[in-house]
């Protein structure tokens, strides 16, 4: 075998792997949260975007394999950005056969005019952007509506919110819009950045450049992402551990007397949730250093006197 069709081979594994991994994962995070039921009409939000493609097409495969029938539709919104290329998604779209809406609206001129030249319109941008897909699933009747955010950008909103906002907060996999009337689901959330990325280049999808509308990058969540990446090369498993504790929450060892009633907790009953062995005689210890391990003095009821 020649060294070229070697690596060919090689590389034909790769993508392989990569396409069920993505699948895998995408599967899993639907089934782990009830994302896509019978019947639903799912309305994959559609920015031009690697994510936004992938997801699509990820969805589309996951559909033929579903034991369960959905329905897609994908939306993409013309925002009016100078120099958005109005016939690229048409085209891929109707090449894949898949039905779709374009909805044109010039939320650019807005931010350009509310927003001060040099500052980030992201923020205007995207709640002007939520509104008007709430409206179109509304019309579309939809009962999914489908973004393609990722892992990391689940872990960089937890981060942002952990410095800048001083909450334990990120963006759901699942979530009911205020009003109640909108489900948004997040299938990639399990999904890591750089898989998208190198899926996107395998599958060549026509990206369209987010840059467009002139806009500041959001230097917070920039930094969140370098410091994700950093300590990703740096200490192997760390980011794999944060985005593991975001499903493992603990609330009897946090501070928040909304989610865990500490003014109830009383000794006598065995408190809910983790063990914590901190301040109890721990087994193992009592093999292998006894002396260290104290013999738990027996709790006796108070006797009241009676009045
Ligand atoms: S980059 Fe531009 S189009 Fe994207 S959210 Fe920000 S302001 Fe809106």
């Not at 590389?11 to 896509?36: C, F, P, S, V, W």
């Not at 993409?76 to 690229?88: E, H, R, S, Y």
């Not at 200490?235 to 929450?249: E, I, K, Q, T, Y």
Request: aromatic share 6%; proline share 8%.
């Amino acid at each position: 075998m020649t060294a070229g069709l070697r690596d060919a081979r090689r590389a034909d594994y790769e993508r392989n792997k990569l396409h069920k991994r993505l699948l895998r994962l995408t599967g899993q995070a639907i089934g782990d949260y009830r994302m896509i039921g019978e019947g639903d009409r799912v309305m994959v939000c559609l920015s031009g975007g690697k994510d936004s493609y992938a997801l699509l097409d990820l969805l589309l495969t996951l559909r033929e394999r579903a034991p369960v029938d959905f329905e897609i539709i994908a939306v993409n919104l013309d925002q009016k950005q100078p120099g958005f290329p109005a016939d690229v998604l048409p085209r891929y779209l109707d090449g894949i056969g898949v039905p779709y809406r374009i909805e044109t609206q010039d939320t650019y001129s807005i931010v350009t005019r509310v927003i001060e030249p040099g500052r980030t319109m992201c923020s205007l941008c995207s709640r002007l952007r939520r509104g008007i897909l709430y409206r179109l699933a509304d019309e579309l009747g939809a009962t999914r509506i489908a973004l393609g955010h990722h892992r990391d950008d689940i872990l960089e909103t937890f981060l942002l919110n952990l410095f800048h906002g001083g909450k334990l907060k990120s963006m759901p996999p699942k979530l009911v819009s205020d009003d109640g009337r909108h489900m948004v689901v997040r299938p990639l959330a399990y999904v890591e950045e750089r898989d998208l990325e190198a899926y996107a280049q395998w599958r060549q999808f026509p990206i369209i450049p987010c840059n467009l509308c002139g806009s500041q990058p959001n230097l917070q969540r920039q930094e969140m992402k370098k410091m994700l990446r950093d300590w990703e090369r740096r200490h192997p498993g760390r980011v794999d551990n944060a985005f593991a504790a975001l499903s493992r929450v603990v609330p009897t060892h946090l501070m928040d007397r909304g989610l865990f009633d500490f003014g109830a907790l009383e000794t006598g009953e065995t408190p809910p949730g983790e063990p914590e062995l901190g301040f109890d005689p721990d087994p193992a210890l009592r093999a292998v250093a006894p002396d260290t391990v104290t013999t738990p003095i027996p709790i006796r009821p108070i006797r009241r006197e009676q009045p």
